[in-house]
Every structure is written in structure tokens, then in C-alpha cells.
């Protein structure tokens, strides 16, 4: 009787938990749109230099533009006609031209690319190279960079949301910020929704999509639950949104319907460099301790992939061997051995150690289970869960000995798995987050030289263990037949 209650009582919170659902969700709306797309969040702020964030990135896709764009592994031009780089002693040149009609001036350009030089932001330590910006008529600029600078190096990260191009008027008289992109900020209600409109004022020279591959408004519901997203994807309200791992059994899951992204993130547990107890035998300690193909099985049903070092392995065989493999396994005697040898052993053993992440229902599942592992190995961890804000300012100020994270990368270039996250320069905020020092790895990086330099860096970053390695986990989106309708909307998820 007692099984029989408890399960009645049950559904009826379920129940409840609809019945408030659709009295929130489904009143008469004022707002019209063609698609509506689900974000777990807000974006921290609309400012581009700021875009460092799953959700930022995404929204920079709609509503801005850079002088360069992505496509798959290559960089192209996207405001720009033409462009030459010179090679020069005294500071190397990028001269551009810019193409026609796309509503930007030289002058938006040299303030927007100012800004990188004048500004504190996260990531200004990637645009080091840029000294200078020199305008030479309305339509061509000359930038003036550091004599070191790899034109691949450059046109990459002039193609990242941090170097977007706005309309100076526009940001200095009225605080916008307005690009030349396909879409346009109409209005954004905190905590609710951002309406996107498609802008009817481009008549671009450049390559852009056709009217018909995207819908002319968009309606981004920021809804942080998943089930909630889903209670709106049945009512037909939203038509998109990313699955959890308890979602991916869906019925309406189906092939046609799931749009699966991969290798383009990696989760890891950052382990604190500033606790001299954690010393390689501690690291390699908990790599070893956990069993990553277990979980993936198990707990992410089969929806992700191992890594090599801070890269997924899907990324990484496209670029080099397909047969490498992961050095780290499940092996609990070998990481009692290696913790054995660590340097506060035994003592370490005795201490508490604070294992933080994110308190959202995609990662407590995940977080138990890593949590329980280095429990079976002898440590004592007690579980903190924060919300997002807190959990990265937090860890940005060396709080925490171990941090459950996730690292999407901004562009398809292997150096972005390995620049933010390893540079001694980049410590905390800047996307080191395991406050990682290592000065042969930063002279690597500073560097850049080629594809294999950043495989053989791979593998010393693998070797050295400043993460616990776990797995790249795969992006899969339930889309409605209308998302389906628009071919151009995939890009942008």
C-alpha cells in the first residue's frame, strides 16, 4: 500500500507540474515569430568581446559578423573583397578591402578592431598580435601586427564573435550593437525570450544564404529545464532544443528528427594547479580512476565519445591517425599506485577535497558518478553544485580543488582545444581553468607553427594529466518538421 501511495503521489506532482505548464506557457502570446528555438540561459551580456559562452557564441551567429567566417575546417572571407598579407620585419600587414553594400564602413572596422587593442575582455590575449589599424580610404584598412603573426593565425581569429564588426554610430549614440548579419536583436525580455528578425536591408556582394533556408523571425525561449522545453516541443511552442542524456530515448527522437553535432566539445574535471599536493602521481591517479567507457555506456548511452588529451577523438581522427587511442583506462590498482607515489600521500587521503560543478540536471548524473569513482580510490570529495555565474567567477579566483567542466570550441581549428585551455597566460577566465603552468607548452602555443607541432603538444598535455580526461559528449537537438523546412537553421544550433 505504502509502494501504491508513494507512486500516486508521484503523478500527481507530475501532474501539478503540466498543469502549471501550460498555464505559463500557453496563454494567447503577442509575439509573432516562424521558428522558435530553447536556450538554457541568457546571454551574460550582448557585448561580442564578451561572447566566451555556449549561448553567446550561438546568438553571435544570428545577430553578428566578423571580416572572416568558418566554413567546416577552412576560414573564408565574409565582409571582405579582397585582402594580402605582407610579410614585414617592422610588423606585418593585412590590407582588406571591403566588400560592397554590406553596411559597414572602414570606419566601423577600425573602431571594432580598436576595441580589441583598448579593451579588458577574457580572451584579449589571443589578439596580441594586432598593433595597429590604419584606415586608407573608406572602404580599405591596414592592420599592423606583430612581425611573428601567421596570416592563418589572424584571419582565424578575425573570424571569432570577439572581432565582429559594428556600426560605430550606432554603439556610441545609442549603446547598439548592430552588425552586418543575417539577423537583428528586436527585443530581448531577461529570463524569458530574444526575438530575432530577419534584416530586409542586405543587398551583400558576398555569399549568404537563400530567402527561403531561413525563417524571417526567430523567437529564442530561454528555458533552463529540459523537461520543460520538451513539455513546449509536444504543444508545438518551440521547435528545437537541445536533449539532455535522460531525453535521448525519446519516442519522437527519431532519425529525422535529431540533429546530432560531435567533436565539438570536450568535458573535463579541472584539477586546481595551485594545491602543490596535486603533483603528476595525484593527476595520473585520477585518470586512471575513472571508468569513462563504463559511463559513457551506461549513463550517456553510447552518446559520446572518448578523447585524446583535451581533444575528441572524432576531431582528432580526422586530422591524424585513426587508430591512436586515449592513453588513460580504467585501471583502480594502477591509480592507487600512483597515489601511493603522489607527493602528500598518505595525508591526502584524509582530507576533504571539493568537487564542484554545475547544478543542472544534465550534470548531476555525470558528476555522481565521477564523484563515486574517486571515492572507490580512498579520497574523501564532497559534492558542491553552483549555478553557472558563480562556478566560473569562482574557479576564475583558484576556488575549488576539482571542477566539472565543458569547453566548446569556438572554431574548427585544433589550437582552439589547446590555447584557451592550457596558456599560462590564460589562467581562470581566460579559459585555463585549471590554473595550468607549464611555460614549454605556452612557447608551443605562442607559436602556432603546424598541425603536427599541435599533435605532439597533444600528447605532452595528455602525459602531464592537468585535467581529469572524461569524454566529448554529443550535441543532439529535437527539431520539429517546420525547423526541418528551413535548410540553413542547422548551422546555427
Request: charged share 25%.
Amino acid at each position: 500500500m505504502a509502494k501504491v501511495a508513494r507512486k500516486s503521489s508521484r503523478m500527481r506532482t507530475i501532474s501539478f507540474l503540466f498543469l502549471l505548464l501550460s498555464l505559463t506557457f500557453c496563454q494567447k502570446e503577442d509575439t509573432s515569430f516562424d521558428v522558435a528555438i530553447a536556450f538554457p540561459s541568457d546571454p551574460p551580456s550582448l557585448d561580442p568581446l564578451f561572447a566566451t559562452d555556449l549561448v553567446s557564441q550561438k546568438l553571435a551567429k544570428f545577430i553578428y559578423a566578423s571580416l572572416y567566417q568558418f566554413k567546416g575546417n577552412s576560414v573564408e572571407r565574409r565582409l571582405v573583397a579582397t585582402d594580402t598579407f605582407l610579410i614585414n620585419p617592422n610588423g606585418n600587414r593585412l590590407q582588406i578591402e571591403l566588400s560592397k553594400n554590406i553596411g559597414l564602413s572602414a570606419d566601423d572596422v577600425q573602431f571594432s578592431l580598436q576595441r580589441l587593442i583598448d579593451s579588458n575582455f577574457p580572451r584579449k590575449e589571443d589578439y596580441s598580435w594586432l598593433k595597429k589599424i590604419n584606415k586608407l580610404s573608406d572602404t580599405k584598412i591596414e592592420l599592423i601586427l606583430d612581425p611573428n603573426s601567421r596570416e592563418s593565425t589572424v584571419k582565424e581569429k578575425l573570424a571569432l564573435p570577439f572581432s565582429t564588426i559594428l556600426n560605430q554610430k550606432e554603439f556610441q549614440t545609442n549603446g547598439q550593437f548592430i552588425s552586418s548579419s543575417e539577423y537583428q536583436l528586436k527585443e530581448w525580455k531577461k529570463n524569458e525570450f530574444i526575438l530575432l528578425v530577419k534584416r530586409n536591408d542586405r543587398k551583400m556582394e558576398v555569399p549568404t544564404l537563400s530567402d527561403e533556408s531561413l525563417p524571417k523571425s526567430i523567437l529564442i525561449r530561454i528555458l533552463p529545464q529540459s523537461t520543460t522545453s520538451l513539455f513546449l516541443f509536444k504543444k508545438q511552442k518551440i521547435d528545437a532544443f537541445k536533449l539532455t542524456d535522460f531525453l535521448l530515448n525519446l519516442p519522437e527522437a527519431d532519425e529525422r528528427h535529431t540533429i546530432v553535432k560531435r567533436g565539438r566539445s570536450v568535458q573535463y574535471v579541472a584539477i586546481n594547479h595551485l594545491n602543490p599536493c596535486f603533483d603528476i602521481h595525484f593527476r595520473k591517479a585520477l585518470n586512471y580512476a575513472i571508468p569513462s567507457t563504463l559511463i559513457i555506456e551506461k549513463l550517456l548511452g553510447n552518446k559520446a565519445d572518448l578523447v585524446i588529451g583535451p581533444v575528441p577523438l572524432p576531431f582528432y581522427h580526422s586530422l591524424y591517425s585513426p587508430t591512436s587511442k586515449p592513453i588513460y583506462y580504467f585501471d583502480l590498482a594502477k591509480a592507487k599506485e600512483h597515489l601511493s607515489h603522489s607527493k602528500c600521500f598518505p595525508k591526502i587521503v584524509d582530507e576533504e577535497l571539493e568537487f564542484r560543478m554545475k547544478g543542472d540536471d544534465e550534470n548531476q548524473a555525470k558528476g555522481r558518478a565521477i564523484v563515486q569513482a574517486l571515492a572507490d580510490l580512498g579520497l574523501k570529495i564532497r559534492l558542491k553544485a553552483l549555478e553557472k555565474a558563480p562556478l566560473y567567477k569562482e574557479n576564475g579566483q583558484g576556488k575549488g580543488d576539482l571542477t566539472l567542466l565543458t569547453w566548446y570550441a569556438d572554431d574548427p581549428s585544433v589550437w582552439n582545444f589547446l590555447d584557451p585551455l592550457f596558456h599560462p597566460q590564460k589562467k581562470g577566465n581566460g579559459g585555463n581553468r585549471a590554473h595550468y603552468t607549464n611555460t614549454f607548452v605556452g612557447s608551443i602555443l605562442d607559436q602556432k607553427e603546424s598541425s603536427q607541432k599541435a599533435r605532439s603538444l597533444i600528447h605532452l598535455i595528455e602525459e602531464d594529466a592537468p585535467w581529469i580526461f572524461l569524454w566529448s559528449v554529443q550535441e543532439n537537438y529535437l527539431v520539429s518538421d517546420k525547423f526541418i523546412r528551413y535548410g540553413g537553421l542547422s548551422d546555427y544550433l
